[in-house]
């Protein structure tokens, strides 16, 4: 069974930014090879990304699109860029910009406030783990724990109040049906 986003959730690429905003990086250049004469015989195209506006998007999965419009694998690209000698060079390079976890939205403090007054333990259950899965922002998880522990100790009381009025309903039940059969009559049978 599919549960519904309730949480925003990272993006699960990696950022770079750069001072200069159209920084090109050279992972292999465009070679020509040339025939018996020395003539250009044909022509290995390179591997180049590019910042735009002082920004690249590593995507964690999929593919990244390369300068020239051609698609290469991320994992690569990452790994590449991680031990540039560029990196980290605020002036001439490029540096990793780690995301930071926003505030709560109102939506998701809504959400979060609408499965406590529902009294819905496993959508607050499967909120905590989205938001554990993703931001990890810890007073949301905190306020959401609080919200699923209250909710529990609401459910457990109804629960004895109803076994209570069960137990409660079957007594005067049964009083009830003792009062209507009284003592057994003679001559019936």
Same mark, same amino acid.
């Given at each position: 069974m599919a549960t519904e986003q309730m949480v925003s959730v990272p993006d699960t690429g990696t950022l770079f930014m750069a001072r200069r905003s159209e920084l090109r990086l050279?992972?292999?250049?465009?070679?020509?090879t040339r025939d018996a004469e020395g003539l250009p015989a044909d022509t290995i195209p390179g *591997?180049?990304?590019?910042?735009?506006?002082?920004?690249?998007?590593?995507? $964690?999965?999929?593919?990244?699109? &390369? @300068?020239d419009g051609r698609d290469a694998k991320p994992t690569e690209i990452l790994a590449w860029l991680e031990r540039h000698p560029l990196k980290d060079d605020i002036q001439?390079?490029?540096?990793?910009?780690?995301?930071?976890?926003?505030?709560?939205?109102e939506e998701e403090l809504e959400r979060l406030q609408d499965l406590a007054?529902?009294?819905?333990?496993?959508?607050?259950?499967?909120?905590?783990?989205q938001?554990?899965?993703?931001? *990890?922002?810890?007073?949301?998880?905190k306020t959401?724990?609080?919200?699923? $522990?209250?909710?529990?100790e609401r &459910? @457990?009381?109804?629960?004895?109040?109803r076994t209570q009025a069960l137990a409660q309903a079957r007594a005067e039940g049964e009083r009830a049906a003792a009062k209507h059969e009284g003592p057994a009559r003679p001559g019936k049978g």
């Open positions: 050279v992972r292999r250049p465009i070679r020509q *591997e180049a990304v590019a910042f735009h506006d002082g920004v690249l998007r590593v995507p $964690a999965a999929g593919s990244i699109r &390369l @300068e001439e390079g490029f540096w990793r910009v780690d995301p930071t976890a926003p505030a709560p939205s007054m529902e009294l819905n333990a496993e959508g607050l259950e499967a909120f905590i783990e938001e554990r899965k993703g931001w *990890e922002r810890a007073k949301l998880i959401a724990e609080n919200s699923l $522990a209250k909710v529990r &459910l @457990e009381d109804s629960e004895e109040r």
